[in-house]
């Protein structure tokens, strides 16, 4: 089987609907992707409908943004939670309205030195999306001011530029440990991705293990291949499995579906350890 388990819609920051994603992997050749959408799992039900139809496998998840005490970002995938779970539904919804604001200055920094409005920003978020640095970047590729999604984060809207505003999330630990009472399986995603920004130490590490961590995703073409061995001994010692997937995000990404892919296998692992929702399955 191909499984591809980090995917992003138009809910959050990725240009496919969440149906256009279930035919995106379809075409792809994958026989199960998962959605997970940045801290949302709005698009859920048109997906589910979109694998239903079109004969595809659909894992149902959510992409959690984290943030260390150190300020260091670190993103929680969480496959088969219950959405509708209070305790993780309340940080989630904190953390898209911190995201919102921070959106709002970010671009009123820019608009002292660039032509760019609001409204240039929101033409580019889907209904229901909340507003983030892609659509941002969006913005300011439409606009002519960098060629790409890339360019824009590595230059204007990276963590060094002076327009980059922090925003509230929740620990690492705190989303892993919210996840769990979730009833889902969470993973720690991209973990070395030095490219990024900051990379955590092992304490984090372990501090999320305390908490329920299930698997580290390991291929990821962000992650370096001089760190994977790190990861593999840090799987193998502490029971944790291995994902592999593309963190597919449309035309947002040069990432395509399948470019990594996670076995059959932990998917059944996946399945077996998760107690909120359920893989949907023609």
Not at 44 to 65: F, N, Q
Not at 69 to 90: C, N, Q, T
Request: hydrophobic share 40%; glycine share 8%.
């Amino acid at each position: 089987m191909r499984i591809d388990l980090h995917a992003h819609s138009s809910v959050s920051d990725g240009t496919d609907t969440p149906t256009g994603l279930v035919a995106a992997a379809r075409a792809a050749g994958l026989d199960a992707v998962a959605i997970t959408d940045h801290d949302s799992t709005s698009g859920w039900a048109e997906a589910t409908e979109a694998a239903l139809s079109l004969g595809i496998t659909l894992v149902p998840g959510m992409e959690v943004s984290c943030r260390t005490p150190e300020g260091i970002s670190v993103h929680v995938l969480s496959y088969l939670h219950d959405p509708r779970h209070e305790g993780l539904l309340e940080e989630i919804t904190k953390a898209k309205d911190a995201r919102l604001s921070r959106a709002e200055h970010m671009v009123s920094l820019l608009a002292e030195d660039y032509p760019l409005s609001w409204d240039d920003v929101t033409h580019h978020v889907a209904p229901g999306a909340t507003v983030g640095r892609p659509h941002i970047a969006d913005a300011l590729v439409a606009a002519g001011i960098v060629e790409d999604r890339s360019e824009a984060f590595a230059t204007i809207l990276s963590s060094r530029s002076r327009y980059f505003v922090q925003h509230y999330a929740p620990e690492p630990a705190l989303a892993v440990e919210l996840v769990r009472s979730a009833g889902g399986v969470p993973v720690f995603a991209h973990p070395v991705a030095e490219a990024r920004g900051r990379i955590v130490g092992e304490a984090t590490y372990h501090d999320m293990i305390d908490a329920g961590l299930a698997g580290l995703e390991v291929y990821h073409r962000d992650n370096p291949e001089a760190r994977r061995p790190f990861l593999f001994e840090l799987a193998e010692r502490n029971g944790l499995f291995v994902t592999g997937s593309s963190d597919y995000h449309g035309l947002g990404k040069v990432n395509r579906l399948g470019e990594n892919t996670t076995s059959a296998e932990v998917l059944a692992e996946i399945e077996r350890q998760a107690r909120g929702a359920v893989v949907v399955r023609v």
